[in-house]
């Protein structure tokens, strides 16, 4: 997952304008577990099926944004509840 240094700084959460940051190698292995399990949840209270190669965690830890085959999803309703 690539998200250049000069880029990231420009992005921002769709719901609520705050800066985001790159998801440590720990939180993205553990969202993959609760996929796996059936227990991670998107915005909207569905279930998210599959699995993130890395993610934009909004400035309160409330939201993860996916990265999936190097694309990030900046839908807020598709965001993964932390």
Do not use: F, K
């Not at 240094?5 to 985001?20: E, K, V, Y």
């Not at 720990?26 to 909207?44: F, H, P, S, V, Y």
């Amino acid at each position: 997952m690539t998200i250049t240094p000069d880029i990231l700084p420009i992005l921002r959460c769709p719901a609520g304008g705050g800066p985001l940051t790159l998801a440590d190698a720990e939180l993205i292995e553990r969202i993959n577990e609760q996929i796996a399990a059936g227990t991670a949840r998107d915005q909207l209270d569905a279930r998210v099926e599959t699995p993130v190669d890395g993610g934009l965690v909004t400035a309160n830890a409330d939201r993860l944004y996916p990265i999936r085959e190097n694309i990030p999803t900046l839908i807020a309703d598709d965001a993964i509840r932390l």
